[in-house]
């Protein structure tokens, strides 16, 4: 007999009631085990009972907001954040991204829409098939490189999702390390931003600032001088292109 493989578990972080019952009862419907938190010292203290294995996090919380929410629990360890937003505010957004949040939903939002976007964050933080039943018909995820990539001092292993520079281990969120493995992979091609949304994303649509971000955390951690980088170039007009010389597979 298989053992049976339990529900991931997602911290739902939301203050207006009707919001938070229609994205619980969507996420336990698509095999989910949810807890819900009103406000931010309620969600800390969930996290300290029962780790989530992701959270869905709105940014607009009355006291302790959703970004210091975020700020806390990745203080603590990594965790997946997939952040609700209201559809004007960039600003937070921005800086929900720059804080390392993986995914957004700008409200109003289609719960289907929201779970796809929870079981895909799972799906590739995690690797493999999540717990919820609903993947099965979820859209497909974004595929990575299976090989072993190097280049300019980097490695990175998709299978363990471990990347380092110069022998020192990179502390990567789940986006960054899907953009510098897809940057290793394609060395000298010159990117376009709405491309790499596809393409590392899976997104056919979306806040091009999403991409800009993660460039921008990304090269923070791999280059010597972020302010210069020499390893992530900007491609005026275009884009990004990764320059690492010839980048050979383990």
Known sequence: ???????????????????????TGYLERAGF???????????????????????VLDLMLPGLDGLEVC?????????????????GDED?????????????????FSPRELVLRVESVLRRSHGGPAASPAQATAAAPVESPSRVLC?????????????????RELALTLREFDLLAHFLAHPGRAHRRED????????????????????RRLR???EDDPAQPQLIQTVWGVGYRFDAGMVDAA
């Open 1 to 23: 007999m298989s053992k049976e493989i339990p529900a991931r578990h997602v911290l739902v972080v939301e203050d207006d009631p009707t919001v938070a019952e229609v994205v």
């Open 33 to 55: 085990a949810v807890d819900h938190a009103p406000d931010g010292p309620t969600a800390l203290g969930h996290a300290e009972r029962r780790w989530p294995d992701l959270v």
């Open 71 to 87: 700020r806390r629990l990745r203080a603590i360890a990594p965790v997946p954040v997939v952040m609700l937003t209201a559809r």
């Open 92 to 108: 937070d957004r921005i800086a929900g991204l720059e804080l390392g949040a993986d995914d957004y939903v700008t409200k109003p």
């Open 151 to 167: 280049g300019a001092g980097l490695i990175v292993d998709p299978a363990t999702r471990r990347a380092t520079r110069n022998g």
């Open 196 to 215: 790499l949304m596809q393409e590392v994303w899976g997104w056919d649509f979306g806040d091009l600032s999403t991409v800009t971000v993660h460039v």
């Open 220 to 222: 923070a951690k791999i």
